[in-house]
């Protein structure tokens, strides 16, 4: 006669318990995979859409560097920071901008390049408004840099890039510049061309595009361009350059000028 041991409920109740709990792990599992699912796909599509693009502008001078001052005393410091910051209103809806300097204090030269640098910005714009000897007005000038100890652009080919197209040693900063002559060349035709439309008249002189050894565009590594909008020196500009329509207008052919080059390069 066989009897039977009596059923031990709490041991069936652990049993239970445990039959569920291998469920669970299953359901974590699933819910975990989901939520990385629609995590990835959310990386996926924050990679997909398009990087804003970086303008950084450099307005010259600052602090105890005055910069040019006019007849009348309107340092060239005060209209490079008006027009700078006129400029990032402008544009602030389209880009990402950043200023090398948002008020009235002296930035090194090497650490307004290094500004574009760190932001890893498309376009570097240094304003200015100078000063000269001759009796009438340069009127606008834009600059881009030429380096007299020779370019990147003009090496060996086989100099500027190692295997797989990897540059084989890093470049000197005084070269980096050359690397973007072409679209650099670009960038101060359409600037040049916006702001003499927008400020020239029949008495306006035309300084036209010019290439020079700019210590502030040498170790920019992205299309840089100097514009002197102006010079202070020359009582005429300084008068223009103390009107705040004048003001807005530079900005707005400025912008208009980097609205064009990027259609050009989206």
């Given at each position: 006669m066989s009897i039977s041991k009596p059923v031990n409920k709490k041991s069936v109740k652990m049993l239970c318990l445990g039959n569920s709990c291998l469920k669970w792990p299953i359901l974590l599992v699933l819910v975990w995979t989901i939520d990385n699912v629609s995590q990835a796909q959310a990386v996926f599509l924050s990679q997909d859409l398009p990087r804003r693009k970086v303008?950084?502008?450099?307005?010259?001078?600052?602090?105890?560097?005055?910069?040019?001052?006019?007849?009348?005393?309107?340092?060239?410091k005060v209209v490079a920071l008006l027009v700078a910051h006129?400029?990032?209103?402008?544009l602030s809806e389209i880009c990402?901008?950043?200023?090398?300097?948002?008020?009235?204090?002296?930035?090194?030269?090497?650490d307004r390049t290094a500004v574009a640098n760190h932001y890893r910005a498309d376009i570097f714009l240094s304003i200015h408004a100078g000063g000269g000897f001759r009796r009438q007005g340069l009127g606008v000038v834009v600059f881009y840099h030429s380096s007299d100890t020779g370019r990147i652009a003009s090496m060996p080919a086989g100099q500027q890039k190692g295997p797989w197209g990897?540059?084989?040693?890093?470049?000197?900063?005084?070269?980096?510049q050359g690397m973007h002559t072409a679209k650099t060349q670009v960038?101060?035709?359409?600037?040049?061309?916006?702001?003499?439309a927008k400020l020239g008249s029949e008495d306006t002189v035309d300084g036209g595009i010019r290439e020079a050894p700019c210590l502030v565009l040498r170790g920019a590594d992205m299309p840089a361009v100097?514009?002197?909008i102006g010079h202070l020196s020359h009582p005429a500009d300084?008068?223009?350059?103390?009107?705040?329509?004048?003001?807005?207008?530079?900005?707005?052919?400025?912008?208009?000028?980097?609205?064009?080059?990027?259609s050009r390069y989206p």
């Open positions: 303008v950084v502008l450099d307005p010259g001078h600052g602090g105890h560097d005055l910069g040019a001052v006019g007849p009348s005393g309107l340092a060239e006129k400029i990032k209103e402008v990402e901008v950043h200023l090398t300097r948002n008020d009235d204090y002296r930035v090194d030269i090497i990897i540059r084989a040693k890093p470049l000197p900063w005084n070269y980096i960038l101060a035709k359409f600037v040049h061309r916006h702001l003499t100097l514009v002197e300084e008068k223009e350059l103390r009107k705040s329509k004048v003001i807005s207008d530079v900005a707005q052919a400025i912008s208009e000028a980097i609205k064009e080059y990027f």
